[in-house]
T-cell receptor
Framework: GAVVSQHPSWVICKSGTSVKIECRSL??????MFWYRQFPKQSLMLMAT?????????EQGVEKDKFLINHASLTLSTLTVTSAHPEDSSFYIC????????????FGPGTRLLVL | GESVGLHLPTLSVQEGDNSIINCAYS??????FIWYKQESGKGPQFIID?????DKRQGQRVTVLLNKTVKHLSLQIAATQPGDSAVYFC???????????FGKGNQVVVIP
């Protein structure tokens, strides 16, 4: 149980284009999903917290107009990197909690983004 | 931005030996702790968790120890196998808190 998927697993795009990453909870409903960014040999950096049906809460320093998050259903959250640039190249990982008051986060497999 | 040349603390262990990975957490108010395993190019995988009302919890081949006095968490892996090679992160949070605070990670390399 508690399986989270991400799509795509990797994407290469040209500078200036937008990229959408999907995060799905496959066998549970996730009222809260999280988006992280990870650079090589570093820990996970929380970008934003996404609650179903409401606006995402962004961490300090994360541009909400750059990283658009939508959590339209209890099983799907999307992260759109708008007008991507090479410095946006990174490993993006989502996670989900199984319910309110449940602190454990289950992670997706990650999406490798390379912006040329 | 991205940092170049970072090296994670690395534990090299012979296959079959026991591994101990340590983590110092920062927030004395944290009451829930999780260990995650992250293999190269993959997302973190839940291993084991522990609440602050316990000082030890065992799973399959893994044991987590919690010392609240010195804010220290450890993960013990028994009979380490090549498949245990990965980066291990500890994470802390508290009841009702949305966020997990992750440690820096420890690389475990299993020598066959």
């Amino acid at each position: 149980g508690a399986v989270v998927s991400q799509h795509p697993s990797w994407v290469i795009c040209k500078s200036g284009t937008s990229v959408k990453i999907e995060c799905r909870s496959l066998d549970f409903q996730a009222t809260t999903m999280f988006w992280y960014r990870q650079f090589p040999k570093q820990s996970l950096m929380l970008m934003a917290t996404s609650n179903e049906g409401s606006k995402a809460t962004y961490e300090q320093g994360v541009e909400k107009d750059k990283f658009l998050i939508n959590h339209a259903s209890l099983t799907l959250s999307t992260l759109t990197v708008t007008s991507a640039h090479p410095e946006d190249s990174s490993f993006y990982i989502c996670s989900a909690r199984t319910g309110t008051g449940k602190e454990t986060q289950y992670f997706g497999p990650g999406t490798r983004l390379l912006v040329l | 931005g991205e940092s170049v040349g970072l090296h994670l603390p690395t534990l090299s262990v012979q296959e079959g030996d026991n591994s101990i990975i340590n983590c110092a957490y920062s927030n004395s108010a944290s009451d829930y702790f999780i260990w995650y395993k992250q293999e190269s190019g993959k997302g973190p995988q839940f291993i084991i968790d522990i609440r602050s009302n316990m000082d030890k919890r065992q799973g399959q081949r893994v044991t987590v120890l919690l010392n609240k006095t010195v804010k220290h968490l450890s993960l013990q892996i028994a009979a380490t196998q090549p498949g245990d090679s990965a980066v291990y992160f500890c994470a802390e949070t508290s009841y009702g808190n949305n966020r997990l605070a992750f440690g820096k990670g420890n690389q475990v390399v299993v020598i066959p």
